[in-house]
């Protein structure tokens, strides 16, 4: 309901200052921007009422989907008529005795306007879908002569709903995930946002992607239901099955708090793999010490941790695991990315966000992630495909 009075006051309040602003000074100019306004709210009420007549299930991908888009038109297009509408009325305001309005408060809003909408529009249509490859290359001391330039890749989040219509722009990042000739592709969860529904036939797009000595994968805490408001605790135990069958039905092995080995001639990698459940400040971990049982003779461990936070609570200086591989944080999906400067809002509640981190002899590399949750667009932070080289030292 507060929703739907805040785009009715928008609604009506957008024209107006349109019309008041505009139509003295140039016509054209004012019939543009109302024909840009009914064309954008033509597309606003259509998700609205999409949106509010939906009931069938709630991890239905056309339902995410459509959340995505109504939260993206909220941020793209209300937040900028509301923030035009408080500067023109303001500048009202301040001429309530003279009456008329203030060109350059007014001028002031529109351009902060139309620059948030751009920003947005661009980030949603192209940012999310600039996938850059990191390339990163790891020394490891010691390392057995047949790991020398193992080739890793990682992929992670991909929340599948975000590719609900575009099954084309999914499948060219298997494909180029391919071009790389992977050793191991390795994938550190949060295939779904919600619930098992949105892998809607992806699976068989993710099981093109194929390295030369397996595929494997972590379940991240959105792949358990935590955030599926309709789920009992039956079903939220029958999603965790589900979900295990369609990530082994994408070409990957499931590592539910364990580990597995991979033979490359005579070396050894051991594989392990840590659950993570629970949403953000109360997230949970699996038994680590369980996970790598048995692993004492590989000559690599690595780990698929999906929550960042845990390789400095539980691996470094606790465990001889080389190297952690993480996901979750998105960057936030914006901020700033450069070669010489990084920044996101998410350092703040996730100190390694993206990049690679090392302390003593133990790397952790974290990846910003394929897909996008909540919003449907990255501001300056695009999504990420890793390839990683192990080297000796």
Not at 228 to 253: C, E, H, W
Request: hydrophobic share 45%.
């Amino acid at each position: 309901m507060i929703l739907f009075l805040v785009l009715i006051f928008a609604e009506i309040l957008t024209p107006l200052v349109l019309r008041q602003h505009l139509f003295g000074k140039s016509k054209p100019l004012y019939y543009i921007s109302i024909v840009i306004h009914a064309l954008l709210s033509l597309w606003l009420w259509v998700l609205f009422f999409e949106l509010a007549l939906y009931n069938s299930f709630f991890d239905n991908p056309q339902h995410i989907w459509l959340m995505l888009n109504m939260t993206g038109m909220i941020c793209g297009v209300v937040a900028p008529r509301i923030i035009l509408i408080i500067f023109h009325f303001n500048g009202k305001l301040l001429r309530r005795n003279s009456g008329g309005h203030i060109n350059w408060v007014t001028n002031t809003g529109l351009a902060f306007s139309v620059l948030i909408f751009s920003i947005i529009a661009t980030s949603t249509l192209h940012g999310r879908f600039n996938f850059k490859t990191e390339e990163v290359t790891i020394k490891i001391k010691g390392l057995n002569k047949d790991l020398d330039g193992l080739k890793i890749v990682q992929i992670s989040d991909l929340h599948l709903t975000g590719f609900y219509h575009h099954k084309k722009v999914l499948l060219d990042v298997m494909e180029r995930v391919n071009t790389y000739k992977p050793d191991l592709i390795l994938n550190t969860g949060d295939f779904v946002s919600y619930g098992w529904r949105e892998f809607a036939g992806n699976d068989t797009i993710l099981s093109v992607a194929k390295s030369k000595y397996g595929n494997f994968a972590v379940m991240g805490n959105h792949d358990f239901g935590t955030y599926q408001p309709d789920f009992t605790q039956a079903d939220r135990a029958n999603n965790v099955l589900l979900m295990n069958q369609l990530i082994k039905a994408s070409g990957y092995k499931v590592l539910n708090d364990e580990n597995t080995i991979v033979k490359i001639g005579s070396a050894r990698i051991g594989l392990i793999g840590i659950i993570t459940m629970g949403r953000h400040p109360d997230i949970t971990h699996g038994n680590l010490t369980n996970a790598i049982s048995g692993l004492d003779s590989v000559d690599l461990k690595i780990l698929l941790s999906h929550d960042p936070n845990q390789w400095e609570e539980d691996v470094t200086g606790k465990t001889d695991i080389n190297l952690t591989l993480s996901g979750h944080t998105h960057g936030m999906q914006m901020g700033i990315l450069t070669k010489t400067f990084k920044w996101s809002p998410s350092k703040y509640f996730y100190p390694h966000w993206n990049g690679l981190w090392k302390k003593g002899e133990q790397y952790q590399y974290v990846n910003r992630g394929l897909g996008v949750l909540a919003i449907p667009f990255r501001i300056w932070m695009p999504p990420e495909i890793t390839l990683i080289t192990i080297k000796g030292e």
